[in-house]
């Protein structure tokens, strides 16, 4: 089974400021087809996790500019460019390329 | 507008079934993968199994195997999941959740989750 990593566990960001979290994968993403298959969702709290990024660095429908993903293979990570109060809850990273394994989370709280 | 509603919940004895339910709107059921993911209370996201559009794939995390079924009805639009020989661990809220498709694995949509709790 692949398994994903990611640090920190949590995070307190004043709004405003920037943040960013890694997630690491123990076994490459990148498919035969030449994309990676790294997803990044934001679980709200008391709700359905929504998804943010697919595919390593394309936002979903919806998703604000200010969210951004990167990397390649085993590395990657979730940018957020100016933390806003909306965006408090637990972000996970999901690898796609040998059915589907989630990361422990981060939670993401404002200071 | 893409919606998945689920079903089913509920408290069940250890040893016990449930068969949980999820209604599908807003797209062509019948072309898209999907799956059902779980949430222990408190706890991180756990993938419980997976099935192809037509049913011909069907696959399940080690921790159900045996126990819980898969199945759809394009039909309906609806996508089920059977367990059976429920245990305390089982204890989660289920989700429902699409496949965007592509030629490997991953989830756009979920629904809002129906809580099971395993307990005598």
């Known amino acids: 089974d692949i398994v994903m990593t990611q640090t920190p566990l949590s995070l307190s960001v004043t709004p405003g400021q920037p943040a960013s979290i890694s997630c690491k994968s123990s076994?490459?993403?990148?498919?035969?087809?030449?994309?990676?298959?790294l997803y990044w969702y934001l679980q709200k709290p008391g709700q359905s996790p929504q998804l943010l990024i697919y595919?390593?660095?394309s936002r979903f429908s919806g998703v604000p500019d200010r969210f951004s993903g990167s990397g390649s293979g085993t590395d990657f990570t979730l940018k957020i460019s100016r933390v806003e109060a909306e965006d408090v809850g637990v972000y996970y990273c999901?690898?796609?390329?040998?059915?589907?394994?989630f990361g422990q989370g981060t939670k993401v709280e404002i200071k | 507008e893409v919606q998945l509603v689920e079903s089913g919940g509920g408290l069940v004895k250890p040893g016990g079934s449930l068969r949980l339910s999820c209604a599908a709107s807003?797209?062509?059921?019948?072309?898209?993968?999907m799956n059902w993911v779980r949430q222990a209370p408190g706890k991180g996201l756990e993938w419980v199994s997976s099935?192809?559009?037509?049913?011909?794939?069907?696959y399940y995390a080690d921790s159900v195997k045996g126990r819980f079924t898969i199945s759809r009805d394009n039909a309906k639009n609806s996508l089920y999941l059977q367990m059976n020989s429920l245990r305390a661990e089982d204890t989660a809220v289920y989700y429902c959740?699409?496949?965007?498709?592509?030629?490997?694995?991953?989830?756009?949509?979920w629904g809002q989750g129906t809580l099971v709790t395993v307990s005598s």
């Open positions: 807003g797209f062509t059921f019948s072309s898209y993968s």
């Open positions: 076994q490459s993403l990148l498919h035969s087809d030449g994309k990676t298959y």
């Open positions: 099935i192809s559009s037509s049913s011909s794939y069907i």
């Open positions: 595919e390593v660095s």
């Open positions: 959740a699409r496949d965007p498709g592509g030629y490997s694995y991953g989830i756009d949509y």
């Open positions: 999901m690898q796609g390329i040998h059915f589907v394994t």
